[in-house]
């Protein structure tokens, strides 16, 4: 299994995901090796192996990497930004430097590198029957290592998981380059997987890619894990309290969020706002807030971790994301667990899983401020909301999502056709 | 015969605290003890000590002739007491010498002057029973934080019976009149208002170790020879800076130490120089006229304006919201909350909040205790929300008669109690 980041060390829902859904197929017995860009201290689990893709890095590989003579060299030397007269050797120790503290390198760079760790990875590994990919950054890891299980004679399939796309993330103002990947990625897959029908159909519309290709594998959270129950704050004995949480980047809405609080704060002054998390976008949202008037009515907090995360959430009466674009949001299912009801955008995946979900258009402040109103103030709506959530959940685990992905693999490989036979003289 | 006049402000806040949303309605502790005792510590080893060292040989050397005068916050006081009493007590000993001044600002170094006249008064009057209670003299000579100045400001002091006040030499308030001489108010009754040369104040606060200065290194036979131009063109040559200039914005290593002690003799060179405290300069010299400066000016930035701490929304909501628990606050009679509300009024909070990019911008950053200006906001939000809470639980009590400042332990007999004045401005 190829992947970008592993918890603790990450930055975002991809990491939690991965974690999940590995936990969930080693319960059912399928042996993982995971693959990371570098593993950066202890790992607290034991149910797969995980690999750090710099150990395999081999000299004459990034030679050859930096040899290409192709648009990839105006990147190297472009993106590392040190002038175009450096020595291949040069190049190559700032390149191992990026890589291994995963600074930003040109996204074809950082790809391709990652796909030659991967096939040093499959070279090394006796037998492995499936290769999982996550997200763009492995597809060409996938596609190296398909390689290197053909050179050996073994027909695996190279199976894309799409968590997000760049469109998701950046809208029209997306990576061309990591587009490309993408779209490379996801044609040369054997299958696709995605984490809801919103994103299947994101990647059937934009992408190209044939339904019939893609299954839809949706997310879950962890059913053994039971959220740590903090006391009730004094904070929300006084005050009804709506949460965001979530990176302060375009594709979450976190300036939909903005509009929002003042939309109801204008009409209940009594609710407070609160917004969880860092990002690009959040200097901006803290400055928009206090030009808004809403200062006071509006708090911040930095991004959380383990069970503060828990305790933000039981803080709230309310769990709003108002993403532009969101393949799923385990972030709800979260807020759910820990009996907070939930309002998503219809651009979310989530939507999708659970009808004690209340859903509306992002960019629909008027509609979202009535259900938040109704949400706050309406006690036999709000109880319902949180007893059919946590009844969904049932269903919504990581086991569910790995039964289903493991049915997926089966389906794959008895599609698969073997190996055609290479003439000996070839 | 002209005058130079020294004083040095000395100030240190209550920094807040990093203050998490999970605290709001929980947690009283609004301040960061441990961070304001370690400034408080290191800028004593670094300043505090061997400068009042240095002021004391000066002092001890020249009976009668070197003159100096400083204005200590209340809240830099209290610091005093509790981290270093150390300093407290040399600062006390230079009192003693009676050729120090100690001047009365408001106690909290707080921008009340702006905001509430009633606050602004009694501030004033704590303060100056603290300097009173500690350096022996009840002070005539006031300076408002930051040397905030208006027409409107002057009346208030003088309305308290202050004989002398210090501001900024304006340029754009005093057009071609110099700042070497003795002023009045627009609406003077005979206070005295002394205005800093702001070139020659900057010179020793600022440029002195900048070596891109065309003027670096400042010699003091230099410096003393751009004094003596005064001569014959002014009365009184005001030298107002923080007194951090030495050893703490001027390391040690500039040889700022060295320019003082050299400083009283070069002066001297000239027969007709002396040295003089502002109450003395202000006896000394008849004023030359009235100036009228109905818009408030101060030290701070290139603008000698209000720029520093108001103007953003995240600066003016936050403060706004500050003054709002006036009447709650005093109707609770809880003097503990009291004290906690006016440190939050404390200028410098309000200052790590602006976002002023220019050169300033630098400065500010440099004094910050926040990574950034959207930090301190936010955390001050948090504390105010807090707040905003207790007073809901507290219950009203008898309204409340401000007490001159009782110290810890050593307490200063109590002569009688100011009633709160009547708001008139807000």
């Known amino acids: 299994m190829l992947g970008w980041e592993i918890p603790p060390f990450n930055s975002g829902g991809l990491g939690t995901a991965c974690l999940g859904l590995t936990e969930g197929l080693s319960d059912q017995g399928v042996d993982i090796r995971f693959v990371v860009p570098k593993v950066f201290g202890k790992l607290p689990f034991n149910h797969m192996k995980v690999l750090s893709a710099a150990d395999y890095s081999s000299a004459s590989q990034l030679k050859s990497l930096l040899e290409r003579e192709d648009i990839q060299q105006e990147f190297i030397t472009h993106q590392l930004a040190y002038g175009g007269h450096i020595s291949v050797n040069e190049k190559k120790e700032l390149l191992i430097e990026h890589l291994n503290h995963q600074l930003p390198v040109a996204p074809h760079i950082q790809a391709t590198w990652y796909a030659q760790q991967a096939a040093a990875i499959a070279e090394q590994t006796e037998h492995f029957e499936v290769i999982h990919a996550h997200d763009w950054f492995t597809y060409y890891g996938g596609m190296a290592a398909r390689d290197v299980a053909r050179r050996k004679g073994h027909n695996v399939p190279f199976i894309a998981h799409v968590h997000a796309t760049e469109i998701d993330r950046s809208g029209e103002h997306g990576d061309p380059a990591i587009i490309a990947i993408e779209r490379t990625g996801l044609h040369a897959a054997d299958h696709v997987v995605a984490v809801s029908h919103y994103t299947k159909e994101l990647l059937h519309r934009r992408y190209g890619i044939p339904r019939s290709k893609i299954s839809v594998v949706h997310n879950g959270i962890p059913s053994h894990k039971q959220p740590q129950v903090f006391d009730i704050q004094e904070l929300k004995r006084h005050h009804k309290i709506v949460l965001f949480m979530g990176r302060m980047t375009m594709q979450k809405g976190p300036d939909y969020f903005v509009k929002l609080a003042k939309a109801v704060t204008d009409e209940d002054p009594n609710v407070r706002f609160i917004m969880v998390g860092s990002g690009d976008m959040e200097k901006k949202c803290i400055e928009e807030s206090a030009k808004q008037g809403l200062t006071g009515k509006m708090l911040f907090s930095s991004f959380l971790r383990g069970s503060s995360v828990d305790r933000a959430y039981q803080l709230a009466d309310l769990f709003v994301m108002p993403s532009v674009s969101e393949p799923f949001g385990i972030v709800a299912l979260e807020a759910m667990q820990n009996g907070t009801p939930v309002l998503v955008s219809n651009q979310s995946g989530v939507a999708e899983v659970s009808n004690n979900i209340m859903k509306v258009d992002f960019w629909d402040i008027e509609a979202m401020k009535g259900s938040v109103l109704s949400a706050l103030y309406d006690p036999n709506f709000h109880a319902a909301m949180k007893q059919g959530g946590y009844d969904d959940l049932q269903t919504l685990t990581w086991d569910h999502a790995a039964t289903k992905m493991k049915a997926v693999y089966e389906h794959v490989l008895r599609s698969m056709k073997p190996l055609e036979l290479q003439p000996a003289y070839a | ?426």
């Open chain 2, 1 to 426: 015969m002209p005058s130079v006049c020294f004083y040095f402000q000395v100030h240190q806040p209550y920094r807040m605290r990093h203050y998490p949303i999970f605290d709001i309605g929980e947690s009283p502790n609004y301040f960061d003890d441990k961070a304001n005792r370690e400034i408080c510590e290191k800028v004593a080893s670094k300043c505090y000590r061997p400068t009042n060292a240095l002021m004391l040989e000066l002092v001890k050397r020249y009976p009668g002739a070197f003159k100096i005068s400083y204005s200590i916050s209340g809240v830099a006081l209290e610091q005093f007491a509790e981290y270093t009493p150390d300093v407290l007590e040399s600062f006390q000993a230079l009192a003693a010498t009676g050729q120090v001044e100690f001047i009365t600002e408001t106690y909290y170094h707080s921008l009340a002057a702006l905001f509430n006249a009633g606050e602004f008064r009694e501030q004033i009057l704590k303060h100056q029973e603290t300097v009173k209670h500690y350096f022996g003299k009840k002070p005539t000579t006031f300076r408002n934080t930051e040397l905030i100045y208006s027409n409107g400001i002057a009346d208030m002091v003088e309305d308290l019976g202050f004989k002398t006040m210090l501001t900024e030499g304006v340029d754009r308030v005093l057009g071609w009149r110099s700042p070497n001489f003795v002023y009045e108010p627009w609406n003077g009754r005979g206070m005295k208002l002394l205005l800093k040369n702001y070139k020659l104040s900057d010179d020793i606060a600022f440029r002195f170790s900048q070596r891109s200065w065309k003027d670096w290194p400042l010699t003091t036979e230099k410096f003393a020879d751009w004094v003596h131009a005064v001569d014959g063109g002014g009365d009184t040559i005001n030298l107002f800076m923080d007194y951090e200039t030495f050893g703490e914005h001027q390391w040690a290593d500039t040889g700022i130490f060295e320019f003082m002690r050299a400083l009283p003799e070069a002066i001297w060179r000239h027969p007709s120089f002396n040295f003089a405290t502002p109450s003395e300069v202000a006896t000394m010299y008849p004023p030359v006229a009235k100036v009228d400066i109905p818009e408030a000016v101060s030290w701070a930035d290139e603008g000698r304006d209000l720029s520093a701490w108001l103007g953003n929304p995240m600066q003016d909501a936050s403060i706004a919201w500050v003054y709002k628990f006036e009447r709650q606050i005093k109707d609770s009679g809880d003097a503990h909350l009291l004290h906690q509300w006016r440190k939050l009024q404390t200028s410098d909070h309000f200052y790590y909040m602006c976002t002023k990019y220019w050169s300033d911008g630098d400065v500010h950053k440099y004094f910050s205790a926040y990574d950034s200006p959207h930090d301190s906001y936010v955390i001050m939000s948090n504390i105010l929300t807090d707040l905003e809470i207790r007073l809901k639980k507290t219950p009203k009590k008898v309204p409340l008669f401000v007490v001159p400042t009782e110290f810890k332990k050593e307490k200063t007999p109590v002569k009688k109690a100011v009633p709160v004045k009547k708001k008139v401005l807000s």
